[in-house]
């Protein structure tokens, strides 16, 4: 089976990339970065907040003592959340775009590692396009401008992914434990980002080829420490499903979930349907 991942280009000390890949990382990150937070300053302090947002300013301005008593009963799912903002707000303040820039500079950064994951697994260009692409799609602005935790989510998502690409080029413990935490940090932003483990999976197993077989266990192992550290979190939010009594379960929901999450039924179709044309031709 061949390999999705280019191979490794050794640098100084035989591990990390040589300062030439580096430079050319940077200028393929820089431009989505740059763009995607162009694009959620706009309008970011127009909008009125909606009620899951005043949730998060509610939350976020408690006392500690009453913060930590709120989330034992109430959304502890995101309660890595409440507490940076507890802190962002005791240092800048709690005006709304104040209150909605800590999203904003997550999926900044999240556009930026979408063109490194696209640079490491095909080449610059397509990176440089994977991430300005991600910067326009109405969904990303959107929860780019929403003081909510799904920012933080993909960010941590992405994370999870670059430091599984570099350990898949060239495997050691420590950078398998560094994958470990950065799944955990992504499921402590939102406990629904761990999901990204099936992704990884298939990247997994498809990278899977003579030689490599132990990379296929270390990644188990990898992934199994990461669901046992996140296992209270979801015992303990399972407990509190009255948070999210409201959504539905129904057929209509799941056909629409495609248009809510890219903002538009037909940014979904193009975007699903690329990028399954895109993976059929490279499995």
């Known amino acids: 089976m061949t390999s999705l991942l280019p191979e490794p280009q050794s640098g100084s000390d035989g591990d990390d990339v ?13 431009p989505p970065t740059v763009l995607m937070f162009a694009v959620g300053m706009i309008g970011i302090g127009s909008r009125d907040m909606w009620h899951d947002e005043y949730a998060t300013w509610t939350s976020s301005t408690l006392p500690w003592r009453q913060l930590v008593t709120l989330i034992h009963s109430y959304d502890f799912v995101i309660a890595p959340y409440y507490v940076v ?3 962002w707000i005791s240092v800048f303040g709690d005006g709304l775009t104040t209150l909605r820039m800590p999203s904003l500079l997550a999926m900044s ?14 080449d610059p260009a397509v990176g440089l396009v994977a991430g300005l692409l991600f910067a326009v799609v109405p969904s990303t602005s959107r929860f780019g401008q929403e003081a909510r935790p799904y920012g933080f989510a993909m960010l941590g998502t992405l994370l999870a992914t670059v ?16 994958y470990s935490i950065a799944l955990v940090g992504a499921g402590m932003a939102h406990i629904v980002a761990i999901t990204v483990l099936f992704a990884h ?31 209270p979190v979801v015992l303990i939010g399972s407990q509190q499903t009255r948070v999210i009594a409201w959504i539905q379960r129904d057929a209509a929901a799941v056909r629409q979930l495609p248009g809510e999450v890219f903002g538009s039924g037909a940014v979904a179709a193009v975007v699903i349907g690329l990028g399954l044309l895109l993976s059929l031709i490279h499995l």
């Open 163 to 178: 430091a599984l690409l570099r350990v898949l080029e060239s495997p050691n413990t420590r950078k398998w434990v560094w």
């Open 201 to 231: 999976a298939v990247l997994v197993v498809h990278d899977v080829r003579d030689g490599k077989d132990a990379q296929l266990r270390h990644w188990v192992r990898a992934a199994a420490a990461s669901v046992a550290a996140l296992t």
């Open 85 to 87: 903002m507890h802190v």
């Open 18 to 30: 040589a300062k030439p890949t580096l430079v050319t990382g940077w200028l393929v990150a820089l």
């Open 109 to 122: 950064v999240s556009a930026g590692l979408v063109a490194l994951i696209g640079r490491r697994l095909f």
